[in-house]
């Protein structure tokens, strides 16, 4: 069946807003902050017999990019040998586990069947961050676990809802094993109405153009998109392309993890091999291979931003599994530093790699962790137990255009960090400073931009501090002749002693008592091109704004 | 009300980015006139002057002038702000320069951002609360008097005093500000927790810095504007419509400067709602279809939804009550291409004003949604030759054969067809976003078109909604300038509890509201303008215990039952949600109250000259054309809106011209124009 290019396009837009208007359902009736505003979700439109991607809401977490086609593909696959009972119209699915296409266990999953005349069409799925999970951290990131059973309650994929009901034995199950449970009913019913909403619109689509007409314009969408991301790809020379990145340590053992990438074009394809890496490791900064594939793809979407995210975008891309390396983990391993940590390092190798031949496209290292500082303990004066969580951003890379931007977030994030006042509000803690970092940013012909710097005061009661963080040991890279950006730095000052974490960037449950502080500084980004390029009146604007202290080496 | 009785003529006047717009109305005689000038960028007070002449308004006798502007929107964006600096919290100038980490895009990781106050201009001084209100480092009062005499050295004059949790406890703020009057040169001192008394520093520290950064730029411009109409004889007052849809008094609207930005726009809306509200239709999502962009918002019981979380532009958020108003994209010079996937696109690239669409004859070159609606006859062809240097249509649909047609296999009208296809569905999946994002189902509302290009979209983009009914409104291209003449005086006020209802004191809720209420009514009495009566709107910003989002509901008055506020936001939840959630506590974060000054009832139907009127609707038909719609060609009748009969009534394909806009009617579609003179179009469904 051919179709008319026209609706081609509109049956296209069509299914990206029955995607969108999940994300936005997901969100706006989620219970969750981490859901509702820091949009730590995704849903999308996954096939029928293989579970590739067929359309992503735009407003997702770009961590998900991609990841759901591989839980949802593992679900058809589990219930084709009769691992998974099978499907009926309404249920269900819930999964989370890491290794059957996942991220962390905090990302937890939905799938739904659409049926139409009886016959499953194509699957809905959503993923939502939860605030907890169980295991051993509240909150679930870890700096030391060693075995994914510390990491909290692992989820195969089983029917949550039954023919449109809920299943409240496997709930109550669910709410046994996790922190905070009450509140996670909000989560649920907003993830599993995303869905049905989903259901609806799309119901909508096919009823107004036909079954047959949009199954042939998904078909005929994928081979245009991998039509476009060739076309993308043909702005690279013929040749191989090699970039490392570095992952501090996985937090138990304080050695440092290599991501080795060598990307090969040819035929307007990119084949992306990451042979040579480091092993898998004790600590929890091991990858799954969902998540692997998820980085490369999420940081392509970063260079190409326009071209839309579906399978055939996808093909042209191709990912060897990296065997025996700790980007393709298996049971047991930790993996709770995946998603936040290890897939930014995984995005900073691609860009690292294709900076070369993209020169205008490609930015210098941006800052490349989630910052992420937790700190829990107890508050004599309102007499409760907290979990605090401080998320913070850095600098991105310079680039061809411009310096590059202070403070932005992670490379796989869009939320915004707390305001100080709320966080002064629900916690004992009192920041005395919260400002930018100066001079981190790597110097070029456009510098990196600055990373952020804050330091808190626990005013009341004992707590214990934890970190899960990177580019400690070595800042964000700068290229083309620019410099590294400021590695991020952890300081712990207990009775007026500075304490410096072993793993710079990754420690678990430092003690703490009222009148201690914490001070953090986040990584600046990496410089583009040559300093010595640079527009002077720009380095003398810079020094009047008090970005860089002159002293006698220049201006830095 | 009010002692004063005013009698005579009424001005709206809107200054929009191209064209300064007025309405002058004549309550007595029931009579309206309009004109229309080129806004005049560096001094708008020029185009406001000469539109009053235009109008041959005589100033002596002129009752009121209501006035709409977009200065302060258009200083912050392109940044052409007064000197302004900053004192705030030892440790914390840097707040607004780091905003919220974010970036502007979701995909690609480059960006820029400008803070709207320079490094150099925020300085810090030793003073501290906590977030109970508790002093933590006492006011250094020696250190901001110092700093105060850095920033006038420097030469800025604008000042913003912004402390942590001043919202909390004013006092740091307040004595600040007495230590800055003493030596400040001038009145443009803006103190954060006065402004607004939320917490979020870096929002409240916005809002703050970008009203400090227009105010002096708003007060010379009305001086100016105000010393122009003493010269011509004005006596009265002068108003300004605010964000909020309110208007206000020039001489206090500076203060609080920053409520301007949105100030076009909400005029707009509160036009559509005073429409709609006499047409017997108090819900609508309105559709204002303008050259770059299109607006959308929504009107629910006559009343524009609010919202106090704008952002002007990436990381600028001003946290005021303004009315909601979301820009979706696409507009009439919103560029067509056919992208590497083959596939055609619309936007989000725009040829704006200059060079425009190519028919506008200034060297467009790239296919427009405005050049496809003229191929399809859409568009009226001899507006080609109204303009300085005409294109002719041949070259226009050259383009759209070569640009278009080629890579789709296309002759150039099939392909003029296809832009607006997309360009429809793709502006229907906006609103409909919209409408999503505000927990509303497009179908329970009607439509309200207008902006130049708004009544040419807006029944096809209705129809893809399911929405049953479009309301074009007499004069779509000055809703703006209407909006003025019929907004009423309005104070919003917000007041931050953040307490589980449960522990709420309640004596303290009521007396919140009635200070509020109290500090609006001696507001409005203090303005000399005639008002039916003053109304107080109670609201409360409430989530459950866990949550950081705020859901608005609203309240009954000012007295009511710890249970009655509980059971409210429950019920605004499920509404908004569709999500019960009896186990988790509700939180009252927020208390508003907003005092609106009612003013007399204008009757609409003088927007349209009833002299043209034509007693039958075949010699209101001023031609036929062939006319492209989605389902082909049709030979289709051109009416005159002004010379269509009372009670017209007629069924699509049509097209009505007049001078600010085109209506295109679908075949099927049924209009009657009602006793204001709207065209009530209802929208054939194919079920």
Same mark, same amino acid.
């Given at each position: 069946?051919?179709?008319?290019?026209?609706?081609?396009?509109?049956?296209?837009?069509?299914?990206?807003?029955?995607?969108?208007?999940?994300?936005?359902?997901?969100?706006?009736?989620?219970?969750?902050?981490?859901?509702?505003?820091?949009?730590?979700?995704?849903?999308?439109?996954?096939?029928?017999?293989?579970?590739?991607?067929?359309?992503?809401?735009?407003?997702?977490?770009?961590?998900?990019?991609?990841?759901?086609?591989?839980?949802?593909?593992?679900?058809?696959?589990?219930?084709?040998?009769?691992?998974?009972?099978?499907?009926?119209?309404?249920?269900?699915?819930?999964?989370?586990?890491?290794?059957?296409?996942?991220?962390?266990?905090?990302?937890?999953?939905?799938?739904?069947?659409?049926?139409?005349?009886?016959?499953?069409?194509?699957?809905?799925?959503?993923?939502?961050?939860?605030?907890?999970?169980?295991?051993?951290?509240?909150?679930?990131?870890?700096?030391?676990?060693?075995?994914?059973?510390?990491?909290?309650?692992?989820?195969?994929?089983?029917?949550?809802?039954?023919?449109?009901?809920?299943?409240?034995?496997?709930?109550?199950?669910?709410?046994?094993?996790?922190?905070?449970?009450?509140?996670?009913?909000?989560?649920?019913?907003?993830?599993?109405?995303?869905?049905?909403?989903?259901?609806?619109?799309?119901?909508?689509?096919?009823?107004?153009?036909? +079954?047959?007409?949009?199954?042939?314009?998904?078909?005929?969408?994928?081979?245009?998109?991998?039509?476009?991301?060739?076309?993308?790809? =043909?702005?690279?020379?013929?040749?191989?392309?090699?970039?490392?990145?570095?992952?501090?340590?996985?937090?138990?053992?304080?050695?440092?993890?290599?991501?080795?990438?060598?990307?090969?074009?040819?035929?307007?394809?990119?084949?992306?091999?990451?042979?040579?890496?480091?092993?898998?490791?004790?600590?929890?900064?091991?990858? *799954?291979?969902?998540?692997?594939?998820?980085?490369?793809?999420?940081?392509?979407?970063?260079?190409?931003?326009?071209?839309?995210?579906?399978?055939?975008?996808?093909?042209?891309?191709?990912?060897?599994?990296?065997?025996?390396?700790?980007?393709?983990?298996?049971?047991?391993?930790?993996?709770?530093?995946?998603?936040?940590?290890?897939?930014?390092?995984?995005?900073?190798? *691609?860009?690292?790699?294709?900076?070369?031949?993209?020169?205008?496209? *490609?930015? =210098?290292?941006?800052?490349?962790?989630?910052?992420?500082?937790?700190?829990?303990?107890?508050?004599?004066?309102?007499?409760?137990?907290?979990?605090?969580?401080?998320?913070?951003?850095? $600098?991105?890379?310079?680039?061809? +255009?411009?310096?590059?931007?202070?403070?932005?977030?992670?490379?796989?994030?869009?939320?915004?960090?707390?305001?100080?006042?709320?966080?002064?509000?629900?916690?004992? *803690?009192?920041?005395?400073?919260?400002?930018?970092?100066?001079?981190?940013?790597?110097?070029?012909?456009?510098?990196?931009?600055?990373?952020?710097?804050?330091?808190?005061?626990?005013?009341?009661?004992?707590?214990?501090?934890?970190?899960?963080?990177?580019?400690?040991?070595?800042?964000?890279?700068?290229?083309?002749?620019?410099?590294? $950006?400021?590695?991020?730095?952890?300081?712990?000052?207990?009775?007026?002693?500075?304490?410096?974490?072993?793993?710079?960037?990754?420690?678990? +449950?430092?003690?703490?008592?009222?009148?201690?502080?914490?001070?953090?500084?986040?990584?600046?980004?990496?410089?583009?091109?040559?300093?010595?390029?640079?527009?002077?009146?720009?380095?003398?604007?810079?020094?009047?704004?008090?970005?860089?202290?002159?002293?006698?080496?220049?201006?830095? | 009300?009010?002692?004063?009785?005013?009698?005579?003529?009424?001005?709206?006047?809107?200054?929009?980015?191209?064209?300064?717009?007025?309405?002058?109305?004549?309550?007595?005689?029931?009579?309206?006139?309009?004109?229309?000038?080129?806004?005049?960028?560096?001094?708008?007070?020029?185009?406001?002057?000469?539109?009053?002449?235009?109008?041959?308004?005589?100033?002596?006798?002129?009752?009121?002038?209501?006035?709409?502007?977009?200065?302060?929107?258009?200083?912050?964006?392109?940044?052409?702000?007064?000197?302004?600096?900053?004192?705030?919290?030892?440790?914390?100038?840097?707040?607004?320069?780091?905003?919220?980490?974010?970036?502007?895009?979701?995909?690609?990781?480059?960006?820029?951002?400008?803070?709207?106050?320079?490094?150099?201009?925020?300085?810090?001084?030793?003073?501290?609360?906590?977030?109970?209100?508790?002093?933590?480092?006492?006011?250094?009062?020696?250190?901001?008097?110092?700093?105060?005499?850095?920033?006038?050295?420097?030469?800025?004059?604008?000042?913003?005093?912004?402390?942590?949790?001043?919202?909390?406890?004013?006092?740091?703020?307040?004595?600040?500000?007495?230590?800055?009057?003493?030596?400040?040169? !001038?009145?443009? &001192?803006?103190?954060?927790?006065?402004?607004?008394?939320?917490?979020?520093?870096?929002?409240?520290?916005?809002?703050?810095?970008?009203?400090?950064?227009?105010?002096?730029?708003?007060?010379?411009?009305?001086?100016?504007?105000?010393?122009?109409?003493?010269?011509?004889?004005?006596?009265?007052?002068?108003? &300004?419509?605010?964000?909020?849809?309110?208007?206000?008094?020039?001489?206090?609207?500076?203060?609080?400067?920053?409520?301007?930005?949105?100030?076009?726009?909400?005029?707009?809306?509160?036009?559509?709602?005073?429409?709609?509200?006499?047409?017997?239709?108090?819900?609508?999502?309105?559709?204002?279809?303008?050259?770059?962009?299109?607006?959308?918002? @929504?009107?629910?019981?006559?009343?524009?939804?609010?919202?106090?979380?704008?952002?002007?532009?990436?990381?600028?958020?001003?946290?005021?009550?303004?009315?909601?108003?979301?820009?979706?994209?696409?507009?009439?010079?919103?560029?067509?291409?056919?992208?590497?996937?083959?596939?055609?696109?619309?936007?989000?690239?725009?040829?704006?004003?200059?060079?425009?669409?190519?028919?506008?004859?200034?060297?467009?070159?790239?296919?427009?949604?405005?050049?496809?609606?003229?191929?399809?006859?859409?568009?009226?062809?001899?507006?080609?030759?109204?303009?300085?240097?005409?294109?002719?249509?041949?070259?226009?649909?050259?383009?759209?054969?070569?640009?278009?047609?080629?890579?789709?296999? @296309?002759?150039?009208?099939?392909?003029?067809?296809?832009?607006?296809? &997309?360009?429809?569905?793709?502006?229907?999946?906006?609103?409909?976003?919209?409408?999503?994002?505000?927990?509303?189902?497009?179908?329970?509302?009607?439509?309200?078109?207008?902006?130049?290009?708004?009544?040419?979209?807006?029944?096809?983009?209705?129809?893809?909604?399911?929405?049953?009914?479009?309301?074009?409104?007499?004069?779509?291209?000055?809703?703006?300038?209407?909006?003025?003449?019929?907004?009423?005086?309005?104070?919003?006020?917000?007041?931050?509890?953040?307490?589980?209802?449960?522990?709420?004191?309640?004596?303290?809720?009521?007396?919140?509201?009635?200070?509020?209420?109290?500090?609006?009514?001696? %507001?409005?009495?203090?303005?000399?303008?005639?008002?039916?009566?003053?109304?107080?709107?109670?609201?409360?910003?409430?989530?459950?215990?866990?949550?950081?989002?705020?859901?608005?509901?609203? %309240?009954?008055?000012?007295?009511?039952?710890?249970?009655?506020?509980?059971?409210?936001?429950?019920?605004?939840?499920?509404?908004?949600?569709?999500?019960?959630?009896?186990?988790?506590?509700? !939180?009252?974060?927020?208390? !508003?109250?907003?005092?609106?000054?009612?003013?007399?009832?204008?009757?609409?139907?003088? %927007?349209?000259?009833?002299?043209?009127?034509?007693?039958?609707?075949?010699?209101?038909?001023?031609?036929?054309?062939?006319?492209?719609?989605?389902?082909?060609?049709?030979?289709?009748?051109?009416?005159?809106?002004?010379?269509?009969?009372?009670?017209?009534?007629?069924?699509?394909?049509?097209?009505?011209?007049?001078?600010?806009?085109?209506?295109?009617?679908?075949?099927?579609?049924?209009?009657?124009?009602?006793?204001?003179?709207?065209?009530?179009?209802?929208?054939?469904?194919?079920?």
């Amino acid at each position: 069946m051919t179709i008319d290019p026209i609706t081609l396009s509109v049956i296209g837009a069509g299914l990206q807003q029955v995607c969108d208007e999940m994300d936005l359902t997901f969100s706006r009736a989620a219970f969750s902050p981490v859901i509702a505003e820091a949009n730590d979700r995704s849903d999308g439109i996954y096939a029928a017999d293989d579970g590739s991607l067929i359309a992503q809401g735009a407003g997702g977490l770009p961590v998900f990019v991609g990841t759901m086609q591989f839980s949802t593909r593992t679900i058809i696959e589990m219930i084709a040998d009769g691992r998974v009972l099978p499907p009926e119209p309404e249920d269900i699915y819930i999964v989370n586990d890491p290794y059957l296409g996942g991220t962390h266990l905090m990302d937890v999953r939905f799938a739904k069947p659409v049926y139409r005349n009886g016959e499953i069409f194509c699957w809905l799925s959503n993923t939502g961050h939860w605030p907890d999970i169980g295991g051993s951290v509240p909150g679930g990131f870890s700096a030391s676990a060693t075995a994914v059973e510390q990491e909290g309650l692992r989820l195969p994929p089983v029917k949550l809802f039954k023919r449109g009901q809920m299943d409240p034995e496997i709930y109550a199950i669910i709410c046994s094993n996790i922190r905070v449970a009450e509140q996670r009913i909000g989560d649920v019913k907003a993830q599993a109405s995303a869905l049905q909403i989903g259901e609806e619109r799309l119901g909508q689509l096919l009823d107004r153009y036909g +079954d047959e007409t949009v199954c042939a314009a998904i078909s005929e969408l994928r081979l245009r998109a991998a039509q476009q991301m060739r076309a993308r790809i =043909a702005e690279i020379p013929d040749g191989i392309y090699t970039s490392q990145a570095i992952v501090d340590s996985d937090g138990v053992v304080n050695e440092p993890l290599e991501i080795n990438l060598a990307i090969t074009k040819v035929e307007n394809s990119l084949t992306f091999d990451f042979a040579g890496s480091s092993p898998p490791c004790q600590g929890p900064m091991n990858s *799954v291979l969902a998540t692997t594939l998820s980085s490369v793809y999420l940081a392509m979407r970063h260079i190409f931003p326009d071209v839309p995210m579906s399978a055939g975008a996808f093909e042209p891309l191709m990912i060897p599994t990296p065997t025996g390396t700790f980007l393709d983990a298996h049971y047991p391993r930790p993996v709770s530093g995946c998603a936040a940590e290890v897939s930014q390092r995984i995005a900073e190798a *691609v860009f690292a790699a294709l900076v070369g031949p993209l020169p205008q496209r *490609v930015t =210098a290292a941006p800052a490349g962790t989630s910052g992420n500082f937790g700190l829990g303990g107890y508050d004599p004066a309102k007499e409760r137990s907290y979990v605090m969580y401080q998320l913070s951003g850095g $600098g991105y890379g310079g680039n061809a +255009d411009h310096d590059g931007l202070s403070n932005g977030c992670s490379t796989i994030g869009i939320s915004k960090a707390p305001p100080v006042e709320i966080m002064e509000q629900q916690f004992p *803690v009192l920041y005395r400073r919260y400002a930018l970092r100066e001079g981190s940013g790597g110097a070029g012909w456009h510098r990196g931009g600055f990373g952020l710097e804050y330091e808190l005061e626990l005013r009341r009661g004992e707590a214990r501090a934890s970190f899960v963080m990177d580019h400690g040991r070595v800042g964000p890279q700068g290229v083309l002749g620019g410099d590294d $950006g400021a590695p991020n730095e952890v300081t712990v000052w207990r009775d007026g002693v500075a304490y410096t974490p072993e793993h710079l960037s990754k420690e678990q +449950d430092i003690p703490l008592k009222a009148g201690d502080r914490v001070e953090v500084k986040t990584p600046g980004g990496g410089g583009y091109g040559d300093p010595a390029r640079r527009d002077p009146a720009r380095t003398a604007e810079d020094v009047r704004l008090g970005y860089f202290v002159w002293n006698s080496e220049g201006s830095k | 009300m009010n002692e004063m009785e005013i009698s005579g003529f009424v001005a709206g006047v809107d200054v929009g980015g191209t064209f300064t717009d007025l309405v002058l109305v004549d309550p007595e005689t029931r009579t309206m006139r309009l004109a229309k000038t080129p806004t005049t960028p560096k001094n708008q007070s020029f185009g406001v002057m000469q539109a009053l002449s235009e109008a041959q308004a005589d100033l002596a006798t002129l009752a009121l002038i209501v006035h709409g502007t977009t200065m302060t929107t258009n200083a912050v964006l392109e940044r052409k702000l007064a000197r302004t600096g900053l004192i705030t919290t030892d440790g914390f100038r840097d707040v607004l320069e780091l905003g919220r980490r974010t970036r502007p895009d979701p995909y690609g990781m480059k960006g820029v951002f400008r803070p709207i106050i320079p490094r150099d201009l925020r300085l810090e001084i030793p003073e501290r609360m906590d977030a109970d209100g508790e002093v933590v480092i006492p006011l250094n009062e020696q250190a901001m008097r110092k700093a105060c005499a850095a920033l006038i050295a420097t030469g800025c004059e604008s000042l913003v005093i912004h402390f942590l949790h001043s919202y909390a406890n004013p006092a740091h703020e307040l004595r600040a500000a007495e230590i800055a009057r003493e030596i400040w040169p !001038n009145d443009n &001192i803006t103190i954060g927790h006065a402004l607004l008394a939320e917490s979020r520093e870096f929002e409240r520290g916005v809002t703050a810095a970008v009203n400090a950064s227009v105010q002096p730029l708003l007060t010379r411009y009305l001086d100016r504007l105000r010393r122009e109409l003493e010269k011509g004889g004005y006596t009265n007052d002068l108003l &300004i419509v605010n964000g909020n849809g309110g208007m206000v008094s020039s001489r206090f609207v500076a203060a609080e400067a920053a409520k301007t930005v949105m100030s076009g726009p909400a005029s707009g809306v509160m036009a559509a709602a005073y429409t709609g509200r006499r047409a017997g239709e108090p819900n609508l999502i309105t559709y204002d279809m303008g050259g770059t962009s299109t607006d959308v918002s @929504l009107i629910r019981d006559a009343t524009p939804a609010v919202s106090g979380e704008i952002e002007v532009e990436y990381a600028m958020p001003i946290h005021l009550p303004m009315v909601d108003v979301r820009t979706v994209g696409a507009g009439g010079g919103s560029i067509a291409k056919v992208n590497d996937a083959g596939l055609l696109e619309i936007g989000p690239e725009s040829a704006g004003a200059v060079p425009g669409p190519i028919c506008y004859g200034r060297g467009g070159t790239e296919p427009t949604i405005s050049d496809a609606n003229l191929i399809l006859g859409r568009l009226n062809p001899k507006t080609l030759f109204s303009v300085e240097s005409p294109v002719s249509m041949q070259t226009i649909r050259d383009v759209f054969a070569k640009k278009i047609g080629d890579p789709l296999g @296309l002759d150039a009208e099939d392909a003029a067809a296809a832009v607006i296809r &997309i360009a429809n569905a793709r502006m229907a999946g906006a609103t409909r976003m919209v409408s999503v994002s505000l927990g509303i189902d497009p179908r329970d509302f009607a439509l309200f078109a207008f902006g130049g290009a708004g009544p040419l979209h807006a029944v096809a983009v209705a129809r893809e909604l399911d929405i049953p009914r479009v309301l074009i409104p007499g004069r779509p291209g000055i809703t703006n300038a209407l909006g003025c003449v019929v907004a009423d005086l309005r104070h919003d006020f917000v007041r931050t509890l953040n307490r589980p209802v449960a522990a709420l004191d309640m004596a303290q809720v009521h007396g919140v509201l009635s200070a509020q209420t109290a500090e609006g009514r001696a %507001l409005i009495e203090k303005e000399s303008v005639v008002t039916d009566r003053i109304d107080a709107l109670y609201s409360a910003d409430m989530q459950f215990v866990g949550q950081t989002h705020l859901l608005r509901v609203s %309240l009954p008055g000012p007295d009511f039952e710890r249970e009655t506020l509980q059971s409210l936001f429950e019920t605004a939840y499920f509404d908004r949600f569709r999500v019960h959630l009896p186990e988790v506590r509700a !939180n009252l974060v927020n208390l !508003n109250t907003s005092v609106v000054g009612v003013r007399p009832e204008i009757d609409l139907s003088v %927007l349209i000259d009833r002299t043209a009127r034509k007693a039958i609707l075949e010699e209101a038909c001023i031609e036929t054309r062939r006319v492209r719609f989605g389902d082909g060609w049709h030979e289709t009748p051109v009416y005159r809106r002004d010379q269509l009969p009372e009670n017209a009534s007629f069924i699509g394909p049509a097209i009505v011209e007049q001078m600010d806009t085109t209506v295109v009617i679908e075949p099927g579609d049924r209009v009657t124009q009602d006793r204001d003179g709207n065209l009530i179009v209802e929208v054939w469904i194919n079920a």
